[in-house]
T-cell receptor, first 114, second 115 residues
Framework: GAVVSQHPSWVICKSGTSVKIECRSL??????MFWYRQFPKQSLMLMAT?????????EQGVEKDKFLINHASLTLSTLTVTSAHPEDSSFYIC??????????FGPGTRLTVT | AQKVTQAQTEISVVEKEDVTLDCVYE???????LFWYKQPPSGELVFLIR??????QNEISGRYSWNFQKSTSSFNFTITASQVVDSAVYFC????????????FGKGTRLHILP
């Protein structure tokens, strides 16, 4: 199956700083990618849809100025958590859709804000 | 209302027992997809199955089987002869054609297989 990678796999940052997470589709082009977050022992919650060449669309309750999404190319979407705070600590997972509408998930990025 | 309901929060069974994980979904779309994913402690989601709304055939893959019943809006997952390696969180999920194929997850069932 198709492969989606995320970088970094884990990151620790200080409160008030920003951190960027990359999501790449390694062997296919993805016009659409999704970003999810998962708190410990909870389910995955969809944050936003990342569209290549256009602005991301955010789910209700997700602050778009806090979570900046850039889908710069057909194989790369980035999520930047701006002015991170401890409550932003979470597991962030991306997914990408292939041309045949199959969806593949990345391995996730664990963010810890101290 | 929850679109995907996994009523069992946590289940523990002894190894070699069979276990069924329940999933009930809600949608008004006629075209939709249902999924099951496994999430081991490492966190990476493992895709198990995708079933479209027009295919109600049950599926078996090794020790895994799925029962899709549109009449009851259920898509249950059974593990036969469970093994310790099956211990994980299992998510049932739904994507709807009218929601741009966004996958919505249930809350998950944490499965413990006891040796």
């Amino acid at each position: 199956g198709a492969v989606v990678s995320q970088h970094p796999s884990w990151v620790i940052c200080k409160s008030g700083t920003s951190v960027k997470i990359e999501c790449r589709s390694l062997d296919f082009q993805a016009t659409t990618m999704f970003w999810y977050r998962q708190f410990p022992k909870q389910s995955l919650m969809l944050m936003a849809t990342s569209n290549e060449g256009s602005k991301a669309t955010y789910e209700q309750g997700v602050e778009k100025d806090k979570f900046l999404i850039n889908h710069a190319s057909l194989t790369l979407s980035t999520l930047t958590v701006t002015s991170a705070h401890p409550e932003d600590s979470s597991f962030y997972i991306c997914s990408a859709i292939t041309g045949t509408y199959e969806q593949y998930f990345g391995p996730g990025t664990r963010l810890t804000v101290t | 209302a929850q679109k995907v309901t996994q009523a069992q929060t946590e289940i523990s069974v002894v190894e070699k027992e069979d276990v069924t994980l329940d999933c009930v979904y809600e949608t008004r779309d006629t075209t939709y997809y249902l999924f099951w994913y496994k999430q081991p402690p490492s966190g990476e989601l493992v895709f198990l199955i995708r079933r479209n709304s027009f295919d109600e055939q049950n599926e078996i893959s090794g020790r895994y089987s799925w029962n899709f019943q549109k009449s009851t809006s259920s898509f249950n997952f059974t593990i036969t002869a469970s093994q310790v390696v099956d211990s994980a969180v299992y998510f049932c999920a739904l994507s709807e054609e009218t929601r741009d194929d966004k996958i919505i997850f249930g809350k998950g069932t944490r499965l413990h297989i006891l040796p």
